[in-house]
């Protein structure tokens, strides 16, 4: 079964870090672009970063640039999102898919939670 499972998400004051990271099984995805979503109440799935194993480019967008960093370990099938200086508006559940996104790849995601 192909699956991506997210974890690292949790309760944060503002301008704290956490490291979001998706494990990714059932098959390797080195030849897709890896990508970050969020979702906050009451809005639409968004994209937050996104980078290629292939050609690393690398996407953010505006919103987290300079804060968010994207990455990963094509030796252990996974994505990082490090994110620093986090703020309230950050709050969302976060979830890892490949960019296009596969309906089939939704995971539950991982809840990030920042205090003012």
């Known amino acids: 079964q192909v699956q991506l499972v997210e974890s690292g998400g949790g309760l944060v004051q503002a301008g704290g870090s956490l490291r979001l990271s998706c494990v990714a099984s059932?098959?390797?995805?080195?030849?897709?672009?890896m990508a970050w979503f969020r979702q906050a109440p009451g809005k639409e799935r968004e994209l937050v970063a996104a980078?290629?194993?292939?050609?690393?480019?690398?996407y953010y967008t505006d919103s987290v640039k300079g804060r968010f960093t994207i990455s990963g370990d094509n030796a252990d099938n996974t994505v990082y999102l490090q994110m620093n200086s986090l703020k309230p508006e950050d709050t969302a559940v976060y979830y890892c898919?490949?960019?296009?996104?596969?309906?089939?790849?939704w995971g539950q995601g991982t809840q990030v939670t920042v205090s003012s």
């Open positions: 898919n490949t960019s296009p996104a596969s309906e089939k790849l």
């Open positions: 059932g098959r390797t995805f080195s030849s897709n672009t």
């Open positions: 980078f290629s194993w292939t050609f690393g480019r690398i």
